[in-house]
């Protein structure tokens, strides 16, 4: 398994291997207890399935849920899969989860439960989505994982014709065109930013939209975007009530070092993410390599890799270096103002 800051090393690593008959256990149980229902929304002819990955606690958890049950997100109905300790990279994601791909294509396309049909659904937060479908993440031009909308798009109603929707099928063509381009990491968004080949092979409009996560990261944005402009708003009125000017140049010193703190900031966390995206997919790379066809191109690939995370974390020392300077000069003017 591929450990947080590159390592490698081996994990022990609990499954259930057999995904249907878990499944047709666990359904026969249900209709023994009577508490099969369909809320109001499932066909009567469909069982709905929900298959969903976390990180939490030093573990990652792959489990299962019967929609076709009351309650069925709680935890008594969640059924585990798959637990390893370790980060769940893409690497990672596609030794533990790739076991089950043919399993659920069997459960979409060739079985059935005393009549009724399967619908599979996939569940997890945005990044885990993101990596079972092979999108590079947030920081991607196009980083949505059911359309092509660009990011500077996101924030107006102006796509440009540019709102297709994803599929299983324009996910793995766009995939192969970008392992045909050679597979530049820094090419990605001409490849709508596919850069590895789904891991699940769910239909892309049955993803469950993360809506708790994304409420959560939306809320917590506003949160630090307020705060912020709140301290500049109280530096800048200090500034200009400032009773002699040497005390409003120390206001005006002090408000543009926050502006720069800010800024320091976005680069810290744009590197950030630069240097987990090359390490995800050098990882992928070095652990595919022994049994893909082209593993002298990985390699290849995965040495242009490490290049590139040497310089992405030399201009991330410098960003880091550039922000505790600037925190320094805060508190430097803040004793200066008191």
């Known amino acids: 398994m591929a450990k947080k800051g590159g390592e490698m090393a081996l994990v022990p690593m609990v499954f259930l291997p057999d995904l249907t008959k878990t499944i047709l256990h666990y359904l026969d149980l249900f209709q023994a207890s009577n508490t099969l229902t369909t809320h109001g929304v499932i066909p009567e002819a469909e069982v709905w399935i929900k298959l ?45 989860l790739g076991m089950f791909r043919p399993q659920i294509l069997q459960l979409r396309n060739e079985m059935e439960w005393h009549g009724k049909r399967f619908r599979v659904f996939c ?10 479908y092979g999108i590079s993440g947030s920081s991607g031009v196009r980083p949505c994982l059911h359309c092509l909308l660009p990011k500077r798009c996101m924030d107006t109603d102006s796509g440009d014709g540019e709102r297709a929707s994803r599929t299983l099928e324009s996910l793995q063509a766009d995939h192969a065109q970008f392992v045909a381009a050679g597979s530049q990491l820094s090419r990605a968004k001409e490849f709508n930013n596919v850069i590895r080949p789904a891991i699940l092979p769910i239909p892309v409009e049955n993803i469950i939209v993360p809506v708790l996560h994304l409420d959560l990261g939306i809320f917590a944005w506003m949160f630090d975007a307020f705060e912020a402009e709140v301290r500049l708003l109280d530096v800048k009125v200090a500034a200009a009530s400032a009773s002699e000017a040497q005390d409003s140049l120390v206001f005006v010193q002090l408000a543009q070092a926050y502006a720069d703190l800010r800024s320091a900031e976005r680069q810290v966390t744009d590197s950030d993410d630069r240097v987990e995206a090359i390490q995800q997919q050098l990882q992928f790379f070095l652990l595919c390599a022994h049994s893909h066809p082209q593993h002298d191109t990985l390699e290849e690939l995965a040495t242009v890799l490490q290049s590139q995370w040497k310089v992405v974390e030399t201009e991330r020392a410098s960003h880091l270096a550039c922000r505790e300077s600037l925190v320094a000069e805060i508190d430097c003017l803040k004793k200066i103002k008191t």
Do not use: W
Request: with cysteine; proline share 5%; net charge negative.
């Open 52 to 96: 969903g990955g976390d990180h939490g606690g030093g573990s990652f958890k792959f489990v299962l849920q019967i929609a076709n049950v009351n309650q069925p997100n709680s935890l008594q109905n969640t059924i585990p899969l798959c637990i390893f300790p370790s980060q769940d990279s893409a690497a990672n994601l596609e030794i533990a």
């Open 123 to 132: 569940f997890g937060d945005y990044e885990f989505e993101t990596k079972c």
